[in-house]
């Protein structure tokens, strides 16, 4: 089927060079989804004939690196872009492949694992590739050389306009293979509006306590790809609607029937609000924070930042933080059993710290300087408008223009006699023994106007 998307040329570059190698390639899965659906791809996914070795062949050590053992693929470099290039798969013969770690053998060993895929490098062509995929509106093949788009299931497209998700094949067995599928299949729900074909449903309800079974790192990385998302809110929402939360984030959802659960999907999806009027950037470590408040405001007594009657004498100093070392506990705790990202929790335990020094008379310049402002503020902003908290807009407006008259966050000087002076020093001397720029240095253009 011919069929034109205007693609990044970074993209085009790397299909036409396989392809010039003489290798099938395609672009494949969600960027053609989104691209059906008129929106700009977050990523771009690249398949080709080439085996792995031969892709690193084509683009020589330097720009392209072999990773994953379950799933091998290789990371390819365009510029300043990283793409994901596998090969071609097909259905792995049955019991070909021992698992590769030792917790895989454990897991392989217990009944209800019987049909999971441990090992997932079989070879084969791109239409055998289409039908061992996960769902029909992810099995989509484009040829931008070519201009060419190709649907093997036949049901890619269709399913696409009419935004259902449909699995390939036994929907059972699908999940039963790969149970992170059943995230995969919520994430189309609460990110594009989806809904599940009803077989596809029943198996996914079926099968949901066999998301124990995936490992915590696979797991671990789809909860960092949610947290990154602009759908954070939407997502967590389908996953409490069909069950699958207590499977993935059990802590959170023994509150289920509580208030807490509620308050932070409700914090979420302001969030995600306020990404999509363009208010704040996308950030996974305040998405962090959002979900996890008021369940550490059960655990620190959230009360004492609300009713703090701080001081505005400048010379006084600042009221306690809440403990950093016991957010980064809780955090562990409301996360578990999954691994969080250091940079990510490190950021959160920041902007939370700050939160009970914005309820009082505190010094609004002094807080300004606070290393995670930015972040902080945010948090605030958001539940304000979640309704989580009420306060008066002039103290929103107060802080805008004294960051307007102070020439922005990053235009100060860190006091290294503060808790948050003395963080930010070790951290300026951790960046300069690793000669990188920090991730987490806030951007100039923190507060938009509203």
């Known amino acids: ?145 070519a201009d060419e788009l190709i649907d093997y299931t036949g049901s890619g497209i269709a399913d696409i306009e009419s935004g259902l998700v449909r699995a390939i094949g036994d929907p059972k067995l699908r999940f039963e293979e790969d149970p992170v599928r059943m995230l995969r299949a919520l994430k189309l729900v609460g990110q594009y509006g989806f809904k599940l074909e009803r077989k596809t449903e029943d198996a996914l309800r079926a099968t949901l306590p066999l998301l124990e ?105 600042l009221p306690p933080f809440w403990d950093e070392e016991l957010i980064r506990q809780a955090l562990l705790t409301i996360y578990s059993p999954l691994a969080i990202i250091k940079r990510l929790s490190c950021s959160a335990c920041r902007m939370l710290a700050i939160q009970p020094l914005l309820f009082g008379k505190n010094n609004p310049k002094r807080l300004v300087r606070l290393r995670g402002f930015a972040h902080a503020m945010e948090l605030f902003k958001i539940q304000n408008d979640a309704g989580y908290i009420e306060c008066d807009d002039e103290m929103v407006t107060r802080y805008r223009e004294l960051i307007a008259n102070l020439g922005g966050i990053n235009n100060r000087e860190e006091k290294t006699g503060s808790k948050s002076g003395e963080s930010a020093g070790n951290g300026r001397r951790r960046r300069k023994r690793s000669g990188k720029r920090s991730r987490r240095e806030p951007v100039q253009n923190d507060f938009p106007q509203e």
């Open 213 to 317: 079974l995936a490992s915590v790192s696979r797991l671990s990385l789809e909860l960092e790809k949610i947290l990154n998302s602009s759908y954070t809110g939407a997502i967590m929402q389908a996953f409490t609607d069909f069950g699958l939360l207590k499977h993935f984030l059990p802590y959170i959802s023994q509150n289920n029937e509580s208030r807490h659960l509620q308050d932070a999907l409700a914090l979420l999806k302001a969030r995600d609000k306020r990404i999509a009027s363009g208010f704040y950037r996308n950030s996974a470590s305040v998405a962090m924070a959002a979900l996890a408040l008021p369940f550490i405001d059960c655990m620190l007594d959230g009360n004492t930042r609300r009713n703090y009657a701080g001081s505005t004498d400048d010379n006084t100093p």
């Open 1 to 145: 089927m011919l069929n034109h998307f205007a693609v990044e040329e970074s993209v085009y570059n790397v299909v036409a060079a396989l392809q010039d190698a003489g290798y099938e390639t395609y672009i494949v899965g969600g960027a053609i989804r989104d691209l059906l659906l008129n929106r700009i791809p977050k990523d771009y996914d690249i398949s080709t004939a080439a085996t792995p070795e031969q892709v690193r062949d084509v683009f020589g050590k330097r720009r392209a690196r072999i990773i994953g053992r379950r799933f091998q693929l290789v990371h390819v470099r365009a510029g300043k872009e990283l793409f994901e290039v596998s090969t071609f798969r097909r259905a792995p013969a049955e019991k070909k492949h021992e698992p590769l770690t030792p917790g895989a053998r454990k897991i392989a060993a217990l009944e209800e694992a019987e049909n999971m895929i441990f090992n997932d490098n079989d070879f084969g062509s791109s239409e055998e590739d289409a039908w061992r995929r996960d769902f029909t509106v992810n099995a989509l093949f484009y040829d931008p050389v």
